[in-house]
């Protein structure tokens, strides 16, 4: 294990790893949403085989302890300060210090980023103590891990924020950091772990659930078909950062599968908090999720082919639009998945469920519910492009609860983009009108 003192870089990980699947299939009869075309019978489970995108499992490595635990400091002159840092494998943590404090950092009392640095995620809890003798009138400092998935973080998330209170009080006592990471891999490990921690951890709790789709509303399937259409999207806003990267993590479980519906695997491309030393990364990249306090990615147009800022997505491409429609159907589904969650997540609180006799959370639902419509369109595209004539009428959108005029051009691309031989209805627009 290396430890230095410093002077002067696929749902899910943030989730519980539980399999919550079953009983689902009966939970989306009874609410009557979201049922699988009965013309294409012939679609079988075999179709995320075929047409997913690799991921990253949160599994893969879940009971390897984090690799890094780092403190950085925010010196008025010399900018963000790696201050101390230990790691299990010796590796160079230089550049982690920019994941610490996002812009706009000092307005707020604490806040937490999940990042990517290289191969593994990260998460930094910061503090600010307010000092009218500083020339910033306030000092910052951060506390970081680094591990090979998100659920070794965020279920240590409370200590890290321990950890940053105690550096105000005592800045250069890094001795009950480094003594808390040690144990992380030894046999008192299970002891290192609070229940507090553990259920802290996990903040995607029904009120965040519910707060994202309110503040998103029908808007929500417009990012849905960006993400299903594998597309690059930035959501920019000021502080607080944890709110930001909540909205990355439901963004990318918007394209989950059923055979990842407890949200059990994120993409490599989610990439959580970007900050401006990731703007020549992220150029290149073909897709991504992601997050910025940096108002200048706003003006940065190659950078994104979607962008969200408080709530409203802004789409530069003309064909993009077209086939990111908001359309009313769209617009009637959210009503039926907004009622859903807000019905059924209510028995998480009173802790039984009026079929299964078990809870039903928020995130579940959430999760559920887009990977039965995924099911739905791939397996309706799939089943056209492998059997009969390879078309789809009018009525086949319809049964799944698509708009059969509007959801062309999405439906067009999706079957495109996974090499499905389908044709479609001529498209005809309602004069005057692009969202009928």
Same mark, same amino acid.
């Given at each position: 294990?290396?430890?230095?003192?410093?002077?002067?870089?696929?749902?899910?990980?943030? =989730?519980?790893? *539980?399999?919550?699947?079953?009983?689902?299939?009966?939970?989306?009869?009874?609410?009557?949403?979201? @049922?699988?075309? #009965?013309?294409?019978?012939?679609?079988?489970?075999?179709?995320?085989?075929?047409?997913?995108?690799?991921?990253?499992?949160?599994?893969?490595?879940? %009971?390897?302890?984090?690799?890094?635990?780092?403190?950085?400091?925010?010196?008025?002159?010399?900018?963000?300060?790696?201050?101390?840092?230990?790691?299990?494998?010796?590796?160079?943590?230089?550049?982690?210090?920019?994941?610490?404090?996002?812009?706009?950092?000092?307005?707020?009392?604490?806040?937490?980023?999940?990042?990517? $640095?290289?191969?593994?995620?990260?998460?930094?809890?910061?503090?600010?103590?307010?000092?009218?003798?500083?020339?910033?009138?306030?000092?910052? #400092?951060?506390?970081?891990?680094?591990?090979?998935?998100?659920?070794?973080?965020?279920?240590?998330?409370?200590?890290?924020?321990?950890?940053?209170?105690?550096?105000?009080?005592?800045?250069?006592?890094?001795?009950?950091?480094?003594?808390?990471?040690?144990?992380?891999?030894?046999?008192?490990?299970?002891?290192?772990?609070?229940?507090?921690?553990?259920? @802290?951890?996990?903040?995607?709790?029904?009120?965040?659930?519910?707060?994202?789709?309110?503040?998103?509303?029908?808007?929500?399937?417009?990012?849905?078909?960006? !993400?299903?259409?594998?597309?690059?999207?930035?959501?920019?806003?000021?502080?607080?950062?944890?709110?930001?990267?909540?909205?990355?993590?439901?963004?990318? =479980?918007?394209?989950?599968?059923?055979?990842?519906?407890?949200?059990?695997?994120?993409?490599?491309?989610? =990439?959580?908090?970007?900050?401006?030393?990731?703007?020549?990364?992220?150029?290149?990249?073909?897709?991504?999720?992601?997050?910025?306090?940096?108002?200048?990615? *706003?003006?940065?147009?190659?950078?994104?082919?979607?962008?969200?800022?408080?709530?409203?997505?802004?789409?530069?491409?003309?064909?993009?639009?077209? @086939?990111?429609? =908001?359309?009313?159907?769209?617009?009637?589904?959210?009503?039926?998945? !907004? *009622?859903?969650?807000?019905?059924?997540?209510?028995?998480?609180?009173?802790?039984?469920?009026?079929?299964?006799?078990?809870?039903?959370?928020?995130?579940?639902?959430?999760?559920?519910?887009?990977?039965?419509?995924?099911?739905?369109?791939?397996?309706?595209?799939?089943?056209?492009? %492998?059997?009969?004539?390879?078309?789809?009428?009018?009525?086949?959108?319809?049964?799944?609860?698509?708009?059969?005029?509007?959801?062309?051009?999405?439906?067009?691309?999706?079957?495109?983009?996974?090499?499905?031989?389908?044709? $479609?209805?001529?498209?005809?627009?309602?004069?005057?009108?692009?969202?009928?």
């Amino acid at each position: 294990m290396s430890h230095n003192t410093h002077g002067d870089s696929d749902l899910s990980p943030l =989730l519980s790893s *539980e399999d919550s699947s079953s009983g689902n299939d009966a939970l989306r009869q009874r609410r009557g949403i979201l @049922q699988r075309p #009965k013309d294409f019978a012939l679609a079988t489970r075999s179709i995320n085989q075929s047409i997913s995108r690799p991921h990253l499992s949160v599994r893969d490595g879940s %009971s390897q302890p984090p690799v890094a635990i780092f403190a950085v400091n925010f010196d008025a002159k010399k900018g963000n300060v790696l201050e101390w840092s230990a790691t299990r494998n010796g590796m160079d943590l230089v550049g982690v210090e920019f994941k610490a404090f996002p812009s706009g950092a000092h307005t707020i009392p604490s806040d937490f980023t999940i990042f990517k $640095f290289r191969e593994y995620f990260g998460i930094a809890c910061f503090e600010t103590v307010m000092d009218v003798a500083s020339s910033r009138g306030a000092h910052l #400092k951060s506390v970081g891990l680094l591990a090979n998935n998100l659920n070794q973080l965020t279920r240590n998330r409370t200590s890290l924020t321990k950890f940053v209170r105690q550096l105000h009080e005592q800045p250069d006592n890094f001795h009950n950091m480094e003594k808390w990471f040690d144990a992380l891999s030894s046999s008192d490990a299970p002891d290192s772990l609070s229940p507090s921690d553990m259920t @802290q951890g996990d903040f995607l709790d029904r009120n965040v659930v519910l707060a994202f789709m309110r503040r998103m509303e029908a808007r929500l399937f417009v990012l849905w078909k960006l !993400m299903m259409l594998r597309k690059r999207v930035l959501f920019v806003s000021g502080p607080p950062v944890q709110t930001l990267c909540t909205n990355v993590l439901l963004c990318a =479980l918007l394209d989950s599968t059923e055979d990842n519906r407890d949200g059990s695997s994120l993409k490599p491309s989610t =990439l959580f908090f970007v900050d401006l030393h990731d703007m020549d990364a992220i150029k290149l990249a073909e897709t991504y999720n992601a997050c910025s306090t940096e108002k200048i990615f *706003e003006t940065k147009q190659e950078l994104f082919d979607a962008l969200v800022v408080d709530g409203d997505i802004r789409i530069p491409s003309r064909i993009l639009q077209e @086939q990111c429609l =908001l359309t009313a159907a769209d617009r009637r589904r959210f009503v039926d998945y !907004m *009622e859903t969650v807000v019905t059924e997540s209510k028995n998480e609180e009173i802790g039984c469920d009026s079929v299964h006799g078990v809870p039903e959370d928020a995130r579940t639902l959430f999760v559920d519910a887009f990977a039965s419509l995924n099911y739905s369109v791939l397996s309706c595209l799939r089943a056209a492009s %492998s059997f009969g004539e390879g078309k789809i009428t009018a009525e086949d959108i319809s049964a799944l609860s698509l708009d059969a005029t509007s959801d062309i051009p999405f439906l067009s691309a999706l079957a495109e983009l996974h090499g499905f031989r389908v044709e $479609f209805p001529p498209v005809v627009w309602c004069p005057g009108c692009r969202c009928c």
